[in-house]
Protein backbone atom coordinates (compact mmCIF):
# COMPACT_ATOMS: atom_id res chain seq x y z
CA UNK A 1 0.00 0.00 0.00
CA UNK A 2 1.12 3.41 -1.36
CA UNK A 3 -0.62 6.36 1.50
CA UNK A 4 1.03 10.17 1.33
CA UNK A 5 -0.28 11.76 4.90
CA UNK A 6 -0.12 15.76 5.99
CA UNK A 7 0.15 17.41 8.78
CA UNK A 8 -0.25 21.48 9.00
CA UNK A 9 -2.22 21.14 12.16
CA UNK A 10 0.58 23.19 14.43
CA UNK A 11 3.42 24.77 14.06
CA UNK A 12 5.08 21.68 12.59
CA UNK A 13 4.48 21.03 8.57
CA UNK A 14 5.31 17.23 7.62
CA UNK A 15 4.69 15.09 4.66
CA UNK A 16 4.73 11.32 4.99
CA UNK A 17 5.08 8.56 2.50
CA UNK A 18 4.08 4.65 3.70
CA UNK A 19 5.21 2.54 1.20
CA UNK A 20 4.22 -1.43 2.50
CA UNK A 21 5.75 -0.66 5.97
CA UNK A 22 8.04 1.38 5.56
CA UNK A 23 7.75 5.24 6.10
CA UNK A 24 9.62 8.46 4.89
CA UNK A 25 9.01 11.77 6.09
CA UNK A 26 9.76 15.21 6.19
CA UNK A 27 9.08 17.70 9.14
CA UNK A 28 10.01 21.24 9.58
CA UNK A 29 8.71 23.76 12.87
CA UNK A 30 8.02 26.33 10.80
CA UNK A 31 4.80 28.46 12.08
CA UNK A 32 4.07 30.53 8.92
CA UNK A 33 5.68 28.02 6.02
CA UNK A 34 2.84 25.88 5.73
CA UNK A 35 2.05 27.05 2.33
CA UNK A 36 5.56 27.23 1.56
CA UNK A 37 6.67 23.90 2.34
CA UNK A 38 4.10 21.53 2.28
CA UNK A 39 3.97 20.74 -1.68
CA UNK A 40 7.89 21.00 -2.17
CA UNK A 41 7.89 18.21 0.36
CA UNK A 42 5.11 16.21 -1.19
CA UNK A 43 7.12 16.42 -4.81
CA UNK A 44 10.49 15.11 -2.96
CA UNK A 45 9.06 12.34 -0.71
CA UNK A 46 7.68 10.76 -4.20
CA UNK A 47 10.69 11.43 -6.55
CA UNK A 48 12.76 10.06 -3.64
CA UNK A 49 10.70 7.28 -3.88
CA UNK A 50 10.23 7.25 -7.60
CA UNK A 51 6.61 7.47 -7.61
CA UNK A 52 4.35 9.70 -9.48
CA UNK A 53 0.93 10.61 -8.02
CA UNK A 54 -1.11 7.97 -10.01
CA UNK A 55 1.34 5.65 -7.67
CA UNK A 56 -1.15 6.49 -4.56
CA UNK A 57 -3.40 4.12 -3.16
CA UNK A 58 -4.48 6.29 -0.54
CA UNK A 59 -4.02 9.85 1.07
CA UNK A 60 -4.38 10.70 4.84
CA UNK A 61 -4.28 14.14 6.79
CA UNK A 62 -4.21 15.71 10.22
CA UNK A 63 -8.27 16.70 10.19
CA UNK A 64 -7.66 18.72 13.75
CA UNK A 65 -8.31 19.97 16.46
CA UNK A 66 -5.80 22.84 15.50
CA UNK A 67 -4.77 25.68 14.02
CA UNK A 68 -7.35 27.11 11.74
CA UNK A 69 -5.29 28.48 8.92
CA UNK A 70 -3.18 25.09 9.07
CA UNK A 71 -6.08 22.95 8.93
CA UNK A 72 -7.78 24.70 5.73
CA UNK A 73 -4.00 24.12 4.06
CA UNK A 74 -3.71 20.58 4.63
CA UNK A 75 -7.29 20.03 3.52
CA UNK A 76 -6.91 22.23 0.85
CA UNK A 77 -4.13 20.45 -1.14
CA UNK A 78 -5.63 16.61 0.12
CA UNK A 79 -8.84 17.68 -1.10
CA UNK A 80 -7.61 18.58 -4.42
CA UNK A 81 -5.34 15.55 -4.78
CA UNK A 82 -7.95 13.41 -3.98
CA UNK A 83 -10.15 14.76 -6.58
CA UNK A 84 -7.06 14.58 -8.95
CA UNK A 85 -6.39 11.17 -8.39
CA UNK A 86 -9.37 9.45 -7.34
CA UNK A 87 -8.15 8.59 -4.12
CA UNK A 88 -9.83 8.18 -0.90
CA UNK A 89 -9.06 9.87 2.14
CA UNK A 90 -7.97 8.99 6.06
CA UNK A 91 -8.71 11.75 8.01
CA UNK A 92 -7.19 11.72 11.69
CA UNK A 93 -7.17 13.28 14.85
CA UNK A 94 -4.33 15.60 15.59
CA UNK A 95 -4.60 14.71 19.42
CA UNK A 96 -5.07 11.01 18.19
CA UNK A 97 -1.45 11.41 16.26
CA UNK A 98 0.45 13.14 19.33
CA UNK A 99 -0.95 10.54 21.59
CA UNK A 100 0.68 7.87 19.50
CA UNK A 101 3.91 9.90 19.13
CA UNK A 102 3.82 9.69 22.64
CA UNK A 103 3.55 6.39 22.96
CA UNK A 104 6.64 5.60 20.93
CA UNK A 105 8.76 8.28 21.76
CA UNK A 106 7.97 7.05 25.75
CA UNK A 107 7.75 3.39 24.87
CA UNK A 108 4.05 3.20 26.65
CA UNK A 109 3.03 -0.29 27.44
CA UNK A 110 -0.09 -1.71 27.27
CA UNK A 111 -3.18 0.32 29.32
CA UNK A 112 -0.72 3.33 29.80
CA UNK A 113 -2.92 6.65 29.61
CA UNK A 114 -2.06 9.68 27.99
CA UNK A 115 -4.03 13.24 28.59
CA UNK A 116 -3.28 14.97 25.17
CA UNK A 117 -3.75 19.12 25.63
CA UNK A 118 -2.92 21.46 22.44
CA UNK A 119 -3.23 24.89 22.95
CA UNK A 120 -6.35 26.44 21.55
CA UNK A 121 -5.97 30.48 21.98
CA UNK A 122 -8.17 32.45 23.12
CA UNK A 123 -7.37 30.86 26.62
CA UNK A 124 -8.60 27.36 26.06
CA UNK A 125 -7.17 24.26 25.04
CA UNK A 126 -8.08 21.28 22.91
CA UNK A 127 -8.55 18.45 25.35
CA UNK A 128 -8.40 14.50 24.80
CA UNK A 129 -7.51 11.29 26.99
CA UNK A 130 -6.45 8.12 25.26
CA UNK A 131 -5.24 4.36 26.68
CA UNK A 132 -2.14 2.78 24.64
CA UNK A 133 -4.29 -0.28 23.35
CA UNK A 134 -1.86 -2.88 21.03
CA UNK A 135 0.56 -0.09 20.32
CA UNK A 136 -2.21 2.38 19.28
CA UNK A 137 -3.86 5.51 20.91
CA UNK A 138 -7.81 4.55 22.45
CA UNK A 139 -9.97 7.76 22.76
CA UNK A 140 -11.67 7.94 26.10
CA UNK A 141 -14.55 9.91 26.08
CA UNK A 142 -14.56 12.57 23.55
CA UNK A 143 -12.17 15.71 21.99
CA UNK A 144 -13.03 18.72 23.31
CA UNK A 145 -11.86 22.53 23.81
CA UNK A 146 -12.43 23.91 27.43
CA UNK A 147 -10.34 26.83 29.63
CA UNK A 148 -7.58 24.83 31.06
CA UNK A 149 -8.86 24.98 34.47
CA UNK A 150 -11.73 22.42 33.10
CA UNK A 151 -10.07 20.00 32.04
CA UNK A 152 -10.69 16.56 33.05
CA UNK A 153 -9.71 13.05 33.85
CA UNK A 154 -11.48 10.21 33.89
CA UNK A 155 -12.37 8.87 37.39
CA UNK A 156 -11.27 5.54 37.08
CA UNK A 157 -7.75 3.99 36.57
CA UNK A 158 -4.92 4.81 38.54
CA UNK A 159 -4.43 7.22 40.90
CA UNK A 160 -1.24 8.90 39.13
CA UNK A 161 -0.62 7.15 35.87
CA UNK A 162 -1.17 9.82 33.36
CA UNK A 163 1.35 11.07 30.63
CA UNK A 164 0.67 14.67 29.87
CA UNK A 165 1.54 15.37 26.24
CA UNK A 166 1.28 18.33 23.73
CA UNK A 167 1.77 21.78 23.53
CA UNK A 168 -1.44 22.95 25.62
CA UNK A 169 0.47 21.45 29.29
CA UNK A 170 2.67 24.99 29.46
CA UNK A 171 -0.33 25.79 30.84
CA UNK A 172 -0.50 23.17 33.52
CA UNK A 173 -0.23 25.56 36.22
CA UNK A 174 -4.07 27.17 35.43
CA UNK A 175 -4.78 22.94 35.78
CA UNK A 176 -7.15 21.67 38.62
CA UNK A 177 -5.23 19.98 41.22
CA UNK A 178 -7.24 16.84 40.98
CA UNK A 179 -6.03 16.78 37.45
CA UNK A 180 -1.83 17.83 38.24
CA UNK A 181 -1.83 15.73 40.82
CA UNK A 182 -2.32 12.46 38.56
CA UNK A 183 0.33 13.34 35.92
CA UNK A 184 3.51 11.63 36.85
CA UNK A 185 5.56 13.25 33.58
CA UNK A 186 4.67 16.40 31.40
CA UNK A 187 6.30 16.78 27.90
CA UNK A 188 5.16 19.97 25.96
CA UNK A 189 7.29 19.41 23.26
CA UNK A 190 5.68 17.12 21.10
CA UNK A 191 3.14 17.99 17.95
CA UNK A 192 1.62 16.43 15.26
CA UNK A 193 3.87 14.75 12.79
CA UNK A 194 3.02 13.13 8.99
CA UNK A 195 4.69 9.84 10.14
CA UNK A 196 2.33 9.85 12.88
CA UNK A 197 -0.86 10.14 10.86
CA UNK A 198 0.58 8.08 8.25
CA UNK A 199 0.56 4.77 10.86
CA UNK A 200 -2.70 5.85 11.97
CA UNK A 201 -4.38 6.21 8.69
CA UNK A 202 -3.10 2.92 7.70
CA UNK A 203 -4.75 1.52 10.27
CA UNK A 204 -7.94 2.95 9.65
CA UNK A 205 -8.05 2.27 6.05
CA UNK A 206 -7.91 -1.25 7.15
CA UNK A 207 -10.92 -0.48 9.13
CA UNK A 208 -13.12 1.45 6.78
CA UNK A 209 -12.26 4.88 7.68
CA UNK A 210 -11.63 6.27 4.03
CA UNK A 211 -13.68 8.88 2.99
CA UNK A 212 -14.21 10.56 -0.62
CA UNK A 213 -12.81 13.70 -1.11
CA UNK A 214 -15.71 16.01 -0.58
CA UNK A 215 -16.26 14.07 2.95
CA UNK A 216 -12.53 15.29 3.98
CA UNK A 217 -13.29 18.39 6.46
CA UNK A 218 -11.30 19.60 9.40
CA UNK A 219 -12.58 19.43 12.55
CA UNK A 220 -12.39 22.63 14.68
CA UNK A 221 -13.99 21.71 17.44
CA UNK A 222 -15.02 24.87 18.72
CA UNK A 223 -18.88 26.31 17.38
CA UNK A 224 -19.95 28.59 15.57
CA UNK A 225 -20.27 31.33 18.37
CA UNK A 226 -16.64 30.57 19.34
CA UNK A 227 -15.41 31.07 16.23
CA UNK A 228 -16.94 34.96 15.92
CA UNK A 229 -14.68 35.43 18.73
CA UNK A 230 -11.82 35.76 16.85
CA UNK A 231 -10.42 39.49 15.96
CA UNK A 232 -11.69 40.90 13.05
CA UNK A 233 -15.16 38.64 12.61
CA UNK A 234 -18.83 39.16 13.58
Not at 137 to 164: H, M, N, Q
Request: hydrophobic share 45%; glycine share 10%.
Amino acid sequence: MKLLALDTSSEGCSAALWLDGRITERFELAPRGHTRLLMPMIRELLAEQGLAPTDLDALAFARGPGSFTGLRIATGVVQGLAWGLSLPVVPVSSLAAVAFGAIEQHQLAEGDLIAVAFDARMGEVYWATFQCSEGLPSLIGEERVCPPSAVSLPKSGPSADWLGVGQGWAFVGDMPEDVVSRVWRTDDSLVPRAAQVARLAEQGYRHGAAVSAEMAQPVYIRDEVAWKKLPGRE
